[in-house]
């Protein structure tokens, strides 16, 4: 064993059919924990236990109900929380990332997601990044788990993807921004004019 200590193990958790949570890669960041609090108008959220025995699938369980949870998919940044519609489909930096918007009915969802297509295929829709790899804005369920048809969907184009991501070693095709820092487009306005103030390349 590479450890003195025992590995840590965690009861299975059900997240219900779309999400899926792995406790064992799980670094208690408590992001997920922080953006369910923001989608519930009550106080719900918080981590279980302390050190070795936190645990935050209690949380996530409590609030699978809520039209926007898939949000703590997008905002975990090991993989810990995953889309189940979309695990083992493939490998991430094998799809190829498109902008693309509806007009979702769905109160307070803008509808502006990326589509990660292999072939004609769409395998899983996530809400939009900034150039710090945060959410842009968050996308409700329907949007992110219903609609994998082109059909859904007004293409925007292809996204553009940082020099540092993993995707980019396979897709030269994508326009590649190679001057750094590399800023990806649509970022709100607030973010843009703070990144001209320090005199950062803007969008
Ligand atoms: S966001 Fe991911 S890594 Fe962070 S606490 Fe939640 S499940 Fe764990």
Redesign the pocket.
């Known amino acids: 064993p590479r450890y003195e200590q025992e590995r840590l193990t965690y009861e299975k958790i059900d997240t219900g059919p779309l999400i899926q949570?792995?406790?064992t890669?799980?670094?208690?960041?408590?992001?997920?924990?922080y953006?369910a609090d923001q989608l519930t108008p009550q106080r719900v959220h918080g981590?279980l236990g302390r050190g070795d025995a936190s645990e935050?699938g209690t949380y996530?369980e409590n609030s699978l109900d809520n039209e926007f949870i898939g949000n703590?998919i997008d905002?975990?940044?090991?993989?810990?929380?995953t889309d189940k519609t979309f695990r083992f489909k493939q490998r991430v930096w094998f799809t190829k990332p498109v902008d693309a918007h509806r007009a979702c009915p769905t109160e307070k969802c803008t509808g502006n997601v990326t589509l990660w297509y292999r072939g004609d295929e769409v395998l899983r829709v996530t809400g939009r990044k900034d150039a710090y790899g945060e959410v842009h804005e968050f996308i409700c369920n329907k949007c992110r788990f219903e609609k994998k048809q082109t059909s859904d969907w007004i293409i925007e184009g292809p996204r553009q993807i940082a020099r540092q991501s993993v995707i980019a070693q396979n897709h030269p095709e994508l326009g590649i921004d190679w001057q750094e820092p590399t800023i990806i487009p649509n970022l709100p306005e607030s973010t843009s004019s703070e990144l001209n103030k320090h005199e950062i390349v803007g969008t």
């Open positions: 949570l792995l406790m890669r799980c670094i208690l960041c408590y992001r997920c924990v953006t981590v935050i996530i703590v905002v975990c940044p090991v993989g810990a929380l």
